[in-house]
């Protein structure tokens, strides 16, 4: 494993798996600090902000660093576009999933580009930090994290003038909500041919309706979190013209049955207790109920004294997960009606793996030290998208050496047999 206890040859590795991120960066000065700024973020240590980094790599001065990934005007597009080839060499393909999620960067003050204070999930209450949207390319236990962009809370404490200071670009001044920057992070994935089947994402993105449709209208699968309340209608649910007593005719169908919450419609139903993957205490498993529904997702329409409501929308995958410690979730999914009990569970938990991930970009795994997201110390929205791409390009390669590794070992294993 590469980092803190790995053998000396890593860094020649890591010249030539750069190679081609180095070329599309074009300038002479950037390809020379890219490898470095990498390294600093691999090697050892347990601070991977601009200065320490400096230190530890020799170069005497923090500046060429700080310039490196804060300063300039370039486009980040090419290597992201590499990343995505990357990651699609080591994991691509069908059974491969992109994980919508986010991560939080706790932060003390307010001046950071989008430090506000906002709900962050990997706390589970509300504090003071920088949110990023984040898409885990994943296949079995194998993550490669391919997106990582800053969200932008619209708040008091993170206005416009907040944003200029920060040098947010124009294109993306205006703040966007969480479930549109995850859509347009899985367009310009699709765009750099990124391989993957269903996306799964937790219910902050899941209770999105236009987040399900846009996935649905770019014949996309999916598999997501809702919340208990979220309004679904059976799946037989048909359209009526209610007569009224005096005034026009209605001019547009109402459901004929009402929409109940989902832990209301799955209260009865049958659960089959479904193992998909083992874990450092054996097998995982939960109890699971599916039924076919059709989520009120649709466009709103007046219905008597309840106001705008939600029409019911495609038909899909109702599912109630009740864990041995007793906790409940509850998801929605528009794999095909004929889709096993099993491949549904399987592809919700898949979203397991991304908090694997962000924690390892965090504080590192195994051997390896962190790779120092939550480190970087600068307040503007070039340094920090800079250096999220940077940790993503460090994680990737760990990957990278990781399965060589794993399959060195295998062919080791068959030859000695």
């Not at 390319?137 to 920060?166: H, K, N, Q, Y």
């Not at 997501?224 to 026009?248: E, L, S, T």
């Not at 929605?332 to 397991?352: D, M, Y």
Request: glycine share 12%; charged share 25%; with cysteine.
């Amino acid at each position: 494993m590469v980092g803190g206890g790995a053998g000396a040859g890593w860094q020649s590795d890591l010249e030539r798996w750069l190679a081609p991120f180095l070329a599309r960066l074009g300038h002479k000065a950037r390809q020379r600090m890219c490898p470095p700024y990498v390294a600093g973020l691999i090697g050892p240590g347990d601070r991977k902000s601009i200065q320490p980094m400096a230190e530890r790599l020799g170069l005497g001065t923090h500046d060429r660093l700080h310039h490196f990934v804060s300063a300039g005007n370039r486009n980040a597009a090419p290597l992201l576009e590499e990343l995505a080839r990357k990651a699609d060499n080591l994991l691509g393909g069908d059974d491969a999933v992109p994980v919508v999620d986010d991560t939080a960067l706790p932060k003390t003050g307010s001046a950071s580009v989008g430090a506000a204070p906002q709900y962050a999930s990997a706390l589970g209450k509300r504090a003071n930090c920088q949110t990023l949207v984040s898409l885990t390319l994943a296949r079995g236990e194998v993550p490669v994290m391919v997106g990582l962009r800053p969200f932008l809370p619209d708040s008091r404490t993170a206005g416009p003038e907040r944003r200029r200071r920060a040098g947010v670009p124009a294109e993306v001044q205006t703040p966007r909500a969480k479930p549109g920057i995850a859509i347009e992070e899985i367009d310009r994935l699709r765009a750099a041919g990124l391989r993957f089947g269903a996306v799964p994402a937790d219910a902050g993105y899941g209770l999105s309706a236009p987040f399900r449709r846009a996935l649905s209208v770019r014949d996309l699968r999916w598999a997501v979190g809702i919340p208990r309340r979220q309004k679904v209608c059976p799946a037989d649910v048909a359209p009526i013209f209610p007569v009224a007593g005096r005034g026009r005719p209605r001019q547009r169908p109402i459901p004929g049955r009402k929409s109940p919450p989902a832990e209301a419609i799955l209260a009865g139903a049958t659960r089959r207790s479904i193992a998909w993957r083992r874990g450092t205490k054996g097998r995982l498993s939960a109890r699971f109920a599916a039924l076919r529904v059709r989520a009120a997702g649709g466009p709103t329409q007046r219905i008597g004294d309840r106001g705008n409501q939600h029409m019911p929308g495609e038909e899909a995958w109702l599912i109630g997960e009740r864990r041995t410690n007793g906790g409940r979730k509850f998801h929605l999914s528009n794999l095909p009606a004929g889709t096993s009990p099993r491949a549904l569970a399987a592809t919700i938990e898949a979203r397991w793996i991304c908090e694997q991930a962000h924690q390892q970009l965090k504080e590192g795994w195994r051997a390896t030290p962190a790779n120092g997201l939550d480190h970087f110390e600068g307040r503007s929205w070039t340094g920090l998208h800079r250096h999220a791409l940077m940790t993503m390009i460090a994680y990737a390669f760990l990957q990278a050496q990781r399965l060589t590794g794993a399959k060195r070992g295998k062919t080791r294993r068959r030859t000695a047999a």
